[in-house]
């Protein structure tokens, strides 16, 4: 099934046509193909009322957005490039608890609709091809919050919940829009084009719109011509890059064999897996192969350059590894498979300094598209959404708790300061534990040495070093002893906007 349009009432789309006056009129009937005449936008179509666009309604984009509307009070637009979405489509995700955290502070009830779709882990095990164990953990190692416990679920099942939570809240999504451009006008207006001819206005904007993100890109090459206004041959600010490793990622309707998530790593097929389940009669497997650079030399995000295998692939491979000598709970989901994809991984080179370029930030794999070693991707993405939205709460509102421009700047590199080095270390962590499977799987006697290494962490740390920093996070305390520390700012009551 297709799930596309806000189900709004009129009583919420006649709040919403008040709230967000940018829309030009056509769009804002809530139709998704806007016309030629939206090109055009007079001064009465467009209020210097503030208001917040987030470009890209994926797991991020929508997360944000119900972070924007109860923390910000602001109702803010979102615009999707794609025509919908749909049921079934794409694999597992892991939710960790500090993604989960940012979910409950939201709305409880979001989170346990989240964990009523999804299936917890209880268990983390560390394991050879051939089945044999090498290490196991519990998963109540990862977090004391019995509510935050790490789970597995379906990719549309979680964003169909965010939709229609953002429906519910009022949040208008408009789909078909893929953004094109971005310019800052006078008044600091950002005014945004899409690829229909249409455009809009914002005086904040949120690019949630991924690893491609065209509003990074845009931003990343206004800052160069900057840097280097005679030299239109300067190398890039920073640009995506492959790692050299690709992911067959799919998922099979069967049963784990055993509970919980699982890392066997392979001597004979130099590669490394991840099972974990979405379901108790479900379950999502990946298989992270070292795979030729040149393969993949343009400058492209995992989406663009994914593609489906078909069943017949996915049992040809499940032989060859039955011939490594691969245990056959790895090779069950290959047999049964639903649906896979090879995904190549492509990180930004070098990691960005910063997250915001004038009243525009970025937020998830726009700001940080990361390596899914250690399932902390679109965690990361939920604690930028997090945190943005507590600081423009302190920094941007009034005390009758309306969003005023004033201070939106300084908010929004005080975001930057806070996410640039964590998302930093997190994902630079993925790489060195993406480092330590693939090590595992190229060379006996170092693999020796990290499983030995893995051991031991689970003996006196409960699970592997590299996955605590990222999961034991509360960005609710780190964004108040941030603030604390800053000169308090007088918000002026909201009747003049700039
Ligand atoms: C194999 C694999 C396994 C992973 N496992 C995990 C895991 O277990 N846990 C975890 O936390 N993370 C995981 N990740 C990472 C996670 O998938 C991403 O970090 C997360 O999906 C990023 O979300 P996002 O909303 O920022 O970007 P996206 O999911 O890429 O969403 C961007 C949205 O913007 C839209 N868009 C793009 N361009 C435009 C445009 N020009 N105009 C308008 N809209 C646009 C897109 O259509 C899309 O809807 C994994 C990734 C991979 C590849």
Not at 318 to 328: K, S
Not at 480 to 495: D, F, G, M, Q, R
């Amino acid at each position: 099934m297709k799930w596309r349009k806000n189900q709004l009432t009129q009583q919420q789309k006649e709040e919403q046509q008040q709230q967000n006056i940018t829309m030009t009129k056509e769009e804002s009937s809530f139709d998704d193909t806007a016309t030629s005449s939206d090109n055009n936008l007079s001064s009465e179509e467009t209020t210097t009322r503030p208001n917040i666009v987030i470009t890209g309604a994926g797991i991020v984009g929508l997360v944000l957005a119900l972070a924007i509307k109860k923390n910000v009070g602001v109702t803010p637009e979102i615009y999707e490039q794609s025509g919908a979405f749909d049921d079934g489509v794409g694999n597992g995700i892991g939710m960790y608890p500090n993604g989960l955290r940012v979910i409950r502070s939201i709305s409880p009830d979001l989170l346990k609709k989240i964990q009523q779709a999804g299936y917890p882990y209880l268990i983390r095990r560390w394991e050879k091809h051939d089945g044999t164990e090498i290490a196991t953990a519990s998963e109540s190692a990862l977090t004391d919050d019995e509510e935050l416990q790490p789970l597995g679920i379906r990719r549309w099942k979680l964003q169909k919940i965010l939709f229609d939570e953002a429906v519910k809240q009022g949040i208008p999504i408009y789909f078909r829009k893929k953004v094109v451009g971005i310019e800052t006008t006078t008044g600091n207006q950002n005014t945004i084009s899409f690829d229909d001819n249409s455009k809009c206005q914002a005086s904040l904007v949120l690019a949630a719109d991924g690893a491609n993100s065209p509003i990074r890109n845009q931003m990343l090459d206004k800052l160069r011509k900057e840097q280097d206004p005679n030299d239109p041959d300067a190398e890039p600010i920073s640009e995506l890059v492959y790692t050299g490793t690709t992911c067959l990622y799919g998922t099979a309707k069967i049963p784990r064999a055993e509970r919980g998530i699982c890392f066997p790593s392979s001597l004979t097929t130099k590669c490394h897996g991840c099972f974990y389940p979405t379901g108790p009669d479900e379950q999502c497997f990946q298989f992270h192969i070292p795979t030729d650079p040149q393969k993949y030399s343009m400058a492209a995000g995992w989406r663009a350059l994914q593609h489906g295998l078909d069943k017949a692939e996915c049992h040809e491979l499940a032989q060859d590894l039955e011939l490594d000598g691969w245990d056959h709970k790895y090779l069950e989901p290959l047999f049964q498979v639903e649906q896979a994809i090879k995904v190549p991984f492509f990180v930004l080179n070098p990691p960005l300094k910063s997250f915001s370029y004038g009243r525009i930030a970025l937020v998830g794999d726009s700001a940080h598209p990361p390596v899914p070693y250690l399932g902390q991707g679109a965690q990361q993405g939920l604690e930028d959404a997090g945190t943005l939205s507590l600081i423009l709460k302190d920094m941007c509102m009034d005390r009758y708790g309306v969003l005023n421009m004033i201070h939106v700047d300084e908010a929004l590199k005080t975001y930057s300061s806070i996410r640039v080095p964590r998302t930093t270390e997190i994902l630079n962590n993925s790489h060195r534990w993406g480092g330590v499977q693939q090590l595992r799987a190229d060379s006996e006697r170092l693999g020796k040495a990290k499983e030995e290494n893995i051991r031991r962490d689970v003996f006196f740390h409960e699970s592997i070093q590299q996955i605590l920093p990222g999961v034991s996070y509360n960005y609710e305390e780190d964004v108040a002893n941030i603030l604390k520390k800053k000169p308090l700012l007088s918000v002026p009551e909201a009747t003049v906007w700039c």
